[in-house]
């Protein structure tokens, strides 16, 4: 989702663009390779969302054979570690109030009170270690099964899945299943391959709500009263002071009884590929993925929630909060490549590829009140629905053509070359397309004659690269003005009209961010790639960054989407590894 996180790199698995939460939940035993793009002349293939790097996944292919049966299984132990926060006690933390001025009793008497209410309390032992209430020791599962076989011409392979994850704040997990089916058929010329995949997964978030609220909380505060009955609220003795010693809910509470914050998430992905290679150095490869999602969020609190707290219509005590949301998405590539290697020495590779993709989603939600019991889990319970919904809608369109050319002499010295020209519907219709070019090149020094005699050198590679990539993490209507029908939706007895509000500016001047991007790195191993290193220098400065600025007041709208800024980062990495035994 680059709307919410947009410095996420690209994720591929299997050439189908994945989310984070697909990421994590995929199963290591069935990762082949993880590449992981950051130059420019290396993600120029994946075009404008590549502009913060890309990971791309490729997992296990299909084996020839006879049938094979394969089990995995692993027991994950997870533990919250809270060596990071030194906090003070309660005896600490009243002192330290003391001395600052808290207790103030010059003003009012009040101050007093609760100081020495709260300094009896600490007298009493009282020093509760708020930030380990909410968690646990989480134990989670995964089992997987793969069935595979085949011989030269047809090959299969089945694998399902499942992950249990059991999270460290009390009450919350997510349980995830997956069956993926791969075929890959040869004939002659022809490579046909096809793979579907489907997930299933379901998520739970604690009741005990976030964690964020515990560290907010006083150590010589109770949780519990004289009988280890929760306190609702955590209340100062003195209940008319007005200063900063206000009542607090127990976050420990709402754990107390039912409720319910849990996510459904479906999907299903297919891709299917034609591979053609009328000669052995040239091939033609079409390739079309198609995903279909659907999810369900409910979120359930009871009358007896805190945040219900002074409610008095009993109509508005309880809520069921239900969002429904699908989505579908599908890409087209048509890639066509020459490889060929002359005299033996020169390396010689040409593509060319063109992508189409539309992706489309939609959100639609409703809130239902008035839920007197926390057994009443179901939005069919409520007493009251809100007449009006919430949803929205997005369609992103792009189109792509990239071009790249590689040479190489004796894989010592290398030369790429990308261009690639990319359109996309967020921005306006002035702008829609943007042209981008990188240019790299290696020095391979370990094939160097005079470094025959090193032989405790496996690995010394220079390699420089520059380009422009674009970014495409923006909202779908970002550059159209919009309209809408909220406010005045009404029903009219005289006329079957309706009206529309405007309530955003169009900019068809608005353009692509443009990164130029820099990296020059050196990458050393020894003792056969036993030991590697790798140091990088990294410049990226983006151009033409997307703002939102501030308007007039009297033009009725707040702010409008321009091209102003220019944002650089650069750094150095550093890296070394070890395998100590291989």
Known sequence: DYATYPNQPLL?????????????DLDPDRVESITILKDAAATAIYGSKAANGVIVIETKAPASGTLRVTYAGEVR?????????????????????????????????????????????VKRGVDTYWLSKPLRTGVSHRHAVTLEGG???????LYVGMNNTAGVMIGSNRH???????????????????????DNAIGNNSPYGSFREYTRLNPYWRGTDENGEVLKKITPPVITYSGVFQSVYNPLYNATFHSLDRSTDFSIRNLFLLEY????????????????????????????????????????????????????????DLTASYNN???GVHFLSFNARMTVNDSQDSHYGALVTGFPSDQMDNILFGKKYNEKMTGSENTNRSVGWVGSFNYSYDYRYSLDFNVRADGASQFGSDNRFAPFWSVGAKWNIRKE?????????????????????????????QAQQLYTYNNLLKPYLASDATGAELVGLGNPDLKWQQTDQTNVALELGWLKGRITARAEYFRKVTKNALTDISLAPSTGFTTISENLGTIRNQGLELMLSFIPYR
């Open 12 to 24: 591929i698995l299997d050439g189908f663009e994945i989310s984070l939460q697909t990421m994590n």
């Open 176 to 198: 995830t299943q997956t069956a993926t089916l791969d075929l890959a058929y040869r004939f002659k010329k022809f490579l046909l391959k096809n793979s579907v995949t489907v």
């Open 341 to 343: 290697v002359f005299r």
């Open 151 to 157: 011989d030269q011409a047809l090959r299969y392979k």
């Open 449 to 477: 004659d005079f470094m025959n005699s090193m032989n405790f050198w496996s690995d010394l590679v220079l390699r420089v690269s520059y380009g422009t990539t674009g970014t495409q993490g923006f909202a779908p209507y």
């Open 77 to 121: 132990v997870e533990m919250p570690d809270l060596s990071a926060y030194n906090l003070m006690n309660a005896a600490e933390k009243l002192e330290v109030e003391r001395l600052a001025g808290y207790y103030d009793e010059t003003k009012e008497l009040a101050p007093l009170e609760i100081y020495q209410y709260y300094l009896r309390e």
């Open 277 to 332: 290679r009328p000669l052995d150095a040239l091939r033609l490869q079409a390739n079309v993925s198609v995903s279909k999602q659907n999810g369900k969020t409910e979120v359930f609190r009871p009358a007896q929630h805190t945040t219900f707290d002074g409610v008095a219509d009993p109509q508005q005590r309880g809520d069921f909060n239900l969002v429904q949301s699908e989505g579908f998405t599908w890409q087209v």
